[in-house]
């Protein structure tokens, strides 16, 4: 068994102990439903539910990924153009600084009313949300381009849309990867905020309707559904990000001695 191996086991275990302690917790001090359900429960009213989970859950990672998917092209652009251009970073950066600082729950009802309630404000909340990390990231990892490699390609006759595409942009993926993975999960957190406001379906507004009628377990399992569904998007991006900046990670075990 090699050492990634034992990684993965360990953090398995850990997690398995996380659960059986929460369990056990429960039992032991004779924990209200109301207030805390086992997971045992929750398993157990996600798999009764799973009918009327489902089609929330759908609507969950549709608004999500369409959300995302346009935050990805926004972001990506307006940090290219941030950190390629000194006066555009002096122009923009504040207006975005100062945009992410807003509370996105209160973003929301001004979305309902320009497009009414529906898919329309989610999608435009978990763009919002993932729009400035990708920013940020794009926008350092342009700006901090090694000058050598540049001025090789000036030197060479290269224009700055060649350099930009040849050396700045693959310098950049590590860190637009990096945004990916953090942007994928405020994504969900802006999906849910606009459900739980102004939406009649997905996760968010199961859970508000569960919590409303005090059904804990099934807001439980809708938590533990988003966790599932942010794990998995996470792990996704996490392998492509390998598969498209393997060369910028060191990589163990490369000189082995025989015996």
Known sequence: MNESQRRRLMSLGFILLFFVLWELIC??????????PRPSVIIATFIDRFPAIMPHAIQTIYTTLLGFGFGILIGLSLGMLIGSSRLAFDVAYPLLVGFSSIPKVAVVPIFVLWFGAGTVPAVLTAMIMSVFPIVVNVATGLATT????EDVMKTLGAKKHEILWNVSLPRTMPFFFASLKVSVTLAFVG????????????????????????????????LFVLAALGVSLYV????????????TKRQDGLSVASH
């Open 236 to 247: 996704i991006f996490s392998f492509i990000e390998s598969r498209v900046t393997g060369w």
């Open 191 to 222: 999906t849910v905020i606009a459900e739980t406001v102004a939406s009649n379906r997905g996760i968010g507004n199961l859970m508000m309707i569960a919590s409303s009628s005090f059904d804990v377990p099934l807001v439980f399992a809708g």
């Open 146 to 149: 090694e000058p050598e490699l």
């Open 27 to 36: 039992l032991v001090f004779g924990v209200s439903q109301l207030v805390l």
